[in-house]
């Protein structure tokens, strides 16, 4: 089975310090901020702001090269395309580049220096039903598992000797495939539901930190939080809007 | 008192197949009792209907008097039956094995340093001891299998129920399995098609048809008749032969 909620690397950092809770507020007020920024000095701004989180979580580059990577290889189409299809697409690019840079190394920070239960746990604490979490968590699980499910059919459909072509035969196995990875999909999720259930799983995540926010936390929180407000009134304003 | 008490238990598929039909049987405390019967013959459906995962219509389940009809003994449940599922990857899905191991005792409502004393135990008890911060999706086949008992005996169940525990398992893991099945406290109920396991491990045997409960004995009468076994579509174990 591939490896689909990774385990954190064991890194005894500022930001693995840093309180899930008040990192979570922090990080999620810096994406919404990189999300609506426009200008390019704001967002690079936002960029460093995003680099500096990212080098306070120390993450090992055998962690963090193969996720940037995925993502320069999902972006690099659009780093290609915006400055040949656009009239400003060289400033378009940059703060499309600052943008994903900024978010990006932020949610490196966050997924890297956080374990899952921690975090579900601070999504939950800030009043996001526990539903929500639980579905986050196992969607975000079982796209892994469904893509190794594929896999395995896409084998036992080779090795009988299928081979993809433009007909109708092709065309009606891609569907039935299709189809029993929903049906295989649906049997795992409610098997691991009954798993859950049977090892007394009521819809709350639960911790063993038992450890309480100091004010460093907040403060921290206080401080991005601060610092996101103003790019984002200095943004506006450059924008005429403010 | 019995342990486990299951009187005309009954339960229906949503098509309307039956899937168990009157079984009835008791356990007392510190029994090991192996669930024997072919595919379909509904062992694993008794076994999510005394983990309280499958709602009880017809007939009633008492397990150390709790009742899983009952919303209120249901959620008290999980921890006096702990089930470990056929396939261990339905499982595991926590990103340590620490973590998964911790699961159950933190739903519990365990003091933390309660759960860390209780996951150290299980670990050690199934032999996993310094990996727990691997990944669980990444151990072996016997590994997992173990995990997934590790992370059910952290709830310290006083009835556990494993189906199919030696399937996937390699010999060696098999061995390894029959030994740590030995030194498991409590009452337990092994669902399996490995008749040697259950000839090696239990002193009982309840046999299933077709969802009906056809014979209950001690181990050594009921797998050494081979006319019973061949009417049943299994086979006298290789070591009773």
Known sequence: MTLAIDSIPDVDSPCRRWHARWKLLAIFIMVMTASFTQTIPMLAALATLGLSVFLAAQLP????????GALAFAVAPFLIFLPLTQTNGVELM????????????????????????MLMHAVQSWGVPSLFAQIVLLAYRYTFLIADE????????????????????????????????????????????QAMRCRGFDGRFRTLETRHPKAIDRITCLAIALFCAVMLWLDLRRRGIA | ???????????????????????????????????????????TTLFLCLAGVLPVSLGTIHVHGLDPARPEDRRRLPGQVGIVFQNS???????????????????????????RQRVAESL??????????????????GAKRRAALAGVLAM?????LLDEPSMFLDPQGRRDLIRLLGELPGTL??????????????????????????????????????????RYGLEVPRSRR
Request: charged share 20%; hydrophobic share 40%; glycine share 10%.
């Open chain 1, 61 to 68: 580059k055998s962690w963090w090269l193969p996720r940037f």
């Open chain 1, 94 to 117: 940059t703060a499309f580049t600052l943008r994903v840079t900024a978010i990006a190394l932020s949610l490196f920070a966050l997924i890297g220096s956080t374990p899952v239960s």
């Open chain 1, 150 to 193: 594929l896999a395995r059919l896409r084998i036992a459909l080779r090795v009988r000797a299928f081979r993809n072509r433009m007909d109708r035969h092709s065309y009606r196995t891609v569907g039935q495939v299709t189809g029993c990875l929903l049906v295989r999909g649906s049997e795992r999720a409610e098997h691991v539901a």
């Open chain 2, 1 to 43: 008192m019995s342990l486990v008490e299951v009187r005309n238990l009954g339960y229906r598929y949503t098509d309307g197949s039956p899937a168990l039909d009157s079984v009835t049987f008791t356990l007392q405390p510190g029994e090991r009792v192996g669930l024997v019967g072919t595919n379909g013959a509904g062992k």
């Open chain 2, 89 to 115: 990857d339905d499982q595991l899905f926590s990103a340590t094995l620490f973590d998964d191991v911790a699961f159950g005792p933190l739903n519990l409502g365990l003091a933390p340093d309660e759960v």
């Open chain 2, 124 to 141: 050690q008890q199934t032999g996993l001891t310094g990996q727990d911060q691997r990944p669980p999706f990444h151990l072996s086949g």
């Open chain 2, 156 to 160: 310290r169940p006083s009835v556990l």
């Open chain 2, 189 to 230: 109920i092994i669902g399996s098609h490995d008749l040697d396991l259950i000839a090696d491990s239990c002193q009982r045997v309840l046999l299933m048809h077709e969802g009906k409960l056809v014979a209950d004995g001690p181990t050594n009468d009921l797998l050494t008749d081979a006319a019973l076994m061949e």
